[in-house]
């Protein structure tokens, strides 16, 4: 899968900077900057995962790409998808069609709605039917699941339906925002295979999450971000041992923190601090 | 001495028991594990031994004791979103010292910022406001702490940092805590045992 990886980008981000502007009283304003100095890409066929502590600008990043930020954003730096610069116009042209959103929670399935029908929006009324039939096979979902309320289906059922309204045939970009959290082991990995399937099968998948190990299974690249900037750009096999092959002094230390490794090996010599009798 | 939940059973839907007949109990200072399938129950169970819900059969004591109705709770629980078990209202001032005032020892071994009390919730990240719900639940009469999926939403170096500074606290005043979650590699770290719901359904006692 590397080698078809790398031939190509699909999305590149360069230096993206994203404040958002408040007013402080009256018409006095200012803006915060949320991220400085972001760099990411991605080619055809290549999972990458985007990392960081939350509150570090992983959505964000996601929202920017999409075009979907709030109005009192103000953005800066360069965003190119296929070669040519993704602008404001570009993006509402291809989202939804060739850019494929993924959002994190599975309450954004409407819950009066049965999900075969879901599934059916935007398409053309004549073929739709046929068309949702076809996603629900490819995402492993039984004709008659169809039917169903998403109360009536499991963790992992409503994420392989999200996956069905999301992602459409001729989808060349798939950004999944934390698609993994607080689902059980089998529907986990049921998620991560469906992503990996579909950059195997061309496209490029952006995977933002905080779980570094789910993100591993599957990934090319990690992207790890700490307050709104690119610490690192690390190969997936680099995270192995103590960290040794990785740049950065940060990543090197979510690595070693996860509980399959040293967890908080590094803060029992805290002396004072987290002493308390 | 010890949490004892003792033939509880509980159910959503008339008698299409969650779980039914299930023995728990724990012990002040141990650490036990819980763990299964996401809809298994792990949750409810947390809330009956918290004393939050009341299940359909059996009995939650403390130390011999019913849990009291009123007043302060002896079983503390810490929720998987703390945005969601805070007053969106109340600044952080008002959440930290709502049932009694921690000391400074405290506040800081949670690296609790005090620009952060003049806050409101919305102003701070899931980790921050988690630091706040452990803080309040380490009241000096609490006996044991429910912690349900407590750092899942937290990034590995904030998870290692908050189990780090919660387990010597909890030690060092023999507090027994139950840990709810379905990372096995997390209550391998953390744990004394582990209890795994969908066996224990199967079978009946947890204890």
Known sequence: ?277 | MSLKGEGLGFYYKKDKWIFNKLDIKISPGEVKGLSGYSGCGKTTLGKILAGFIEPQAGTVTVDGAPLPRKGFRPVQMIYQHPEKAIDPRWRMRQVLTESFTPSRELVEALEIRGEWLGRHPIELSGGELQRFCIARALNPATRYIIADEMTTMLDAITQAKIWHVFKKLCAARNIGVVIVSHEASLLKRLCDSVIYLEDVTAKGSAA
């Open chain 1, 1 to 277: 899968m590397k080698d078809k990886a790398q031939s190509e980008t699909l999305l590149s981000v360069d230096n993206l900077s994203i404040g958002f502007s408040q007013y402080i009283g009256g018409l006095k304003r200012r803006t915060i900057q949320v991220i400085v100095d972001l760099n990411a890409s991605i080619g055809h066929g290549e999972v990458v995962a985007v990392v960081g502590a939350s509150g570090s600008g992983k959505s964000l990043l996601a929202h920017s790409i999409l075009g979907i930020l709030p109005g009192n954003a103000i953005m800066s730096g360069r965003m190119a998808y296929g070669g040519e610069e993704l602008t404001a116009k570009r993006q509402a042209a291809l989202r939804g069609k060739e850019i494929a959103f993924i959002p994190q929670s599975v309450n954004f399935l409407d819950p009066l709605l049965r999900v075969g029908k879901q599934a059916r929006i935007g398409f053309d009324r004549k073929t739709a039917a046929a068309r949702q039939r076809e996603l629900f096979l490819r995402f492993g979902l039984k004709e008659k699941d169809g039917d169903l309320f998403p109360f009536e289906l499991s963790g992992g059922m409503l994420r392989r339906t999200l996956f069905a309204t999301c992602v459409r045939e001729g989808v060349k970009l798939i950004i999944a925002d934390e698609p993994t959290p607080g689902i059980h082991p089998e529907a986990l990995n049921e998620v991560l295979t469906q992503l990996r399937q579909l950059a195997d099968s061309g496209a490029g998948v952006m995977l933002i999450t905080h779980d570094i190990m789910s993100a591993l299974k599957i990934a090319d690249r990690v992207v790890v971000i700490k307050d709104g900037r690119t610490v690192e750009v690390a190969e997936a096999s680099a995270f192995e041992g103590q960290g040794e092959k990785l740049a950065a002094e940060y990543t090197r230390n979510l690595w070693r923190a996860l509980p399959e490794n040293d967890f908080d090996l590094m803060f029992a010599g805290d002396g004072g601090n987290g002493h308390v009798a």
